[in-house]
């Protein structure tokens, strides 16, 4: 480890312990599961918002740290509001991301990593499975963010929850929608804009709106 990345750590440990014990049970604090950077920004932080469902060991996830050199970076931000995270295993959430919880719940699988920059907002219910890399700018966000009506009658639906299947690559600037589902092995496109469903397994997902362009594929980290 580079000595500068070991004084970030070492500067961020007062945010993180505060943070571990602020929101997790104590026989799990104890352990410093999450390491959370010192310039991430916290709001609304309560017990029983994180839910850690593997074995408890340090570091288990970084919040705040490292990401791609070339991109700039925003500052992170966790907003713990009303909802739940929980953490399936190991999770890297780079610099300048934001993870936003207003009433719904974030399930994030094992290998999650999530480059610079990218947004998480979740007010319904958003799945992420195992071994899934999201690019940097990448926008998952499960909620139309205001009232929508048409003929000033009939409501549109506000809410659907995203689900991303396990070793799903999403690759930079991409957006899923409310309602966005992605099978197993897929990968979505630079910039592309998600918001159906796509059930087949090994495909190639791209486009404004997204569609199916090859199918058979495969992608390694």
Known sequence: MQVRHLLTYLISLPKTIFFNFKCLPINQAIHLPILVAYNVKLLNLKKNVIGIETVVKFGLVRIGFSGTEIISSNRSLINLRQ?????????????GCTISVTGGTIILGDNFYANRNCLISCTDRLIVGNNVLLGWNVILFDSAGHTLSYDGKKKIKMTEEIVIGNHVWICAEAHLLKGSKIADGSVVAYSSLVTGYFAEKNCL???IPAKTLRKGVSWEK
């Open 83 to 95: 909802g739940k995270v929980i953490f399936k295993g190991k999770s890297v959430i780079t610099k």
């Open 205 to 207: 997902i791209g486009g």
